[in-house]
């Protein structure tokens, strides 16, 4: 059977299709079938997708618990996590679902069709990711068309497309899916640039796999490997392949004994060396992963990030850590500190495109015009922050993008410009485990298929450059 995507043989609007949800049935039906178990998370599936997809609305500010989507926020907890596992899944292989959805279409959805497009691609995601009964993930797809004015007509081509990719697709997971169907041109296209193909085919790989749950750990990470069953990677970082609830219900998360930070995001703090006694300022800190390692590590910190509300977060998780730092909020642009620091950090806004393998929307919401945007606030910021540090002190700019242009093409820019700042070379054997993350030009390089050492593979994307002002 072929489904048309419009009245016709195969998509037509059978009364058995059309009825579930519509709001032109009998009377009563309407409410009967809002209150359909399922279906408000399957909408909001939907129109979360629209945000991502249609308007680069970021997944994790929509599903904030706080400030997300008020549709979003009214679900059940069950039904969030539901949602979530939908939208990670589907914009994670956003490809392989589109090549599945688009075999079965006669003809190409209309350009006008946004909404059935994101309503396919819910449904397709659940049958084909998710241990979700097939039947119900036709039924509630067919019942969010037919409730919605824009995609009504189309409810009988949801039913027989979706009915036929559960008869006939293969499940999708890492192992099996293409990486270069699942990457966005503009990003495979970057990634081949800078790394080469056949390095741009294992990270497009590794972003199919899902991450595991790294913890930075107070003191002790092999007892907590032993405790959390992971396992310890050096001195202070434990790893967990997989953690089931929330990793706040894990031992030591109340009693403030680790925080969750990806083994990659703990190198940056690493190149400013021994920071026992020294004012150090933490630049774009929230939510203060790097700030925890910097207390930890006996510096008197400064932090400061222009978000409240993840300014609070930092507080927060200082708090049950145990550990303080000088917080200030506000624009680093703006920020005027009475003495220079001895060591500055500044962990610079980014596109994230490390971390697409948790964050999947990121290949989604990001593109080549945003990157280089925020490669030239990156290079403002760190003029700036180059301002704070004291003569003779040390500058860290790090972040999370796997693009050089928001990694070495800033450092370089940065070099060119200051006269009194020059780079102080990584040597390979200050990192231990992470020597592969070293550059031959001395600056650090991880993407996310890079071996770990005795833990698997598998890291957040960063960059990290580190300089020195000129001495007295
Ligand atoms: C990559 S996140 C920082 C992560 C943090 N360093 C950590 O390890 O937990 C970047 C941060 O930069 C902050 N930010 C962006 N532009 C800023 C600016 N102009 N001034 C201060 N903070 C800024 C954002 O609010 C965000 O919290």
């Known amino acids: 059977m072929s489904a048309g995507n419009g009245p016709g043989p195969d998509g037509r609007k059978s009364a058995k299709a059309a009825r579930p949800g519509g709001r032109r049935g009998p009377k009563g039906q309407a409410a009967t079938e809002a209150a359909r178990p399922g279906l408000a998370a399957r909408q909001v599936a939907a129109r979360l997708l629209a945000a991502v997809v249609d308007k680069q609305t970021s997944l994790d500010g929509l599903t904030d618990a706080a400030t997300g989507h ?17 939208l990670t899944s589907g914009l994670r292989y956003r490809g392989t679902i589109e090549a599945e959805i688009a075999a079965r279409l006669d003809r190409p959805l209309p350009p006008n069709a946004a909404s059935l497009r994101h309503v396919l691609h819910v449904g397709a995601a659940q049958i084909l990711c998710l241990d979700v009964p097939d039947s119900a993930a036709v039924d509630l797809a067919v019942a969010s068309a037919a409730d919605d004015p824009r995609a009504q007509r189309f409810a009988g081509l949801v039913n027989a497309v979706l009915r036929r990719i559960a008869r006939e697709a293969a499940r999708i997971d890492a192992a099996t899916a293409d990486p ?22 294992a990270i497009a790989a590794a972003h199919l796999a899902r991450a595991p749950i790294d913890l930075s750990v107070k003191s002790d990470a092999a007892g907590w490997a032993d405790r959390l069953g992971g396992r310890a990677i050096g001195e202070y970082a434990v790893r ?7 990793v706040s219900a894990l031992a030591g998360f109340a009693e403030g004994e680790w925080w969750v930070q990806d083994v990659a995001a703990a190198l940056p703090v ?10 150090v300022a933490d630049l774009c800190a929230a939510p203060g992963g790097k700030t925890a390692q910097l207390c930890r590590a006996g510096a008197s910190v400064t932090a400061l990030d222009q978000s409240a509300a993840r300014m609070r977060r930092l507080t927060e998780n200082l708090g049950r850590l145990g550990y303080t730092a000088e917080t200030v909020t506000g624009d680093l642009a703006a920020y005027a500190p009475e003495t220079p620091f001895d060591a500055v950090l500044l962990d610079a806004p980014c596109s994230s495109t490390g971390t697409i393998r948790r964050h999947p929307d990121v290949a989604y919401t990001k593109d080549d015009a945003e990157v280089d945007k925020l490669a030239a606030l990156q290079l403002r910021l760190l003029a700036r922050a180059a ?30 410009a200051r006269q009194d700042y020059a780079l102080e070379r990584v040597a390979a054997n200050e990192l231990g485990e992470f020597a592969i993350a070293v550059s031959p030009d001395g600056t650090l390089r991880t993407t996310p298929e890079m071996p770990v050492a005795g833990a698997g593979s598998g890291m957040d994307g960063f960059f990290a450059a580190r300089f020195r002002r000129e001495g007295p």
Do not use: T
């Open 387 to 416: 301002d704070m540090v004291a003569p003779g002190g040390r500058l860290v700019f790090a972040n999370c993008s796997i693009d050089a242009r928001e990694g070495e093409a800033v450092a370089a820019a940065f070099l060119s």
């Open 270 to 279: 690493r190149l400013i060396g021994d920071v026992q006694g020294l004012s």
């Open 70 to 86: 008020p549709h979003f926020r009214q679900l059940e907890p069950r039904d969030q996590a539901l949602v979530k596992a939908i």
């Open 240 to 246: 967990l392949d997989a953690v089931e609830g929330p």
């Open 180 to 201: 270069r169907q699942n990457c966005p041109d503009w990003l495979w296209k970057r990634m081949v640039e800078q790394y080469g193909e056949a390095r741009a085919q």
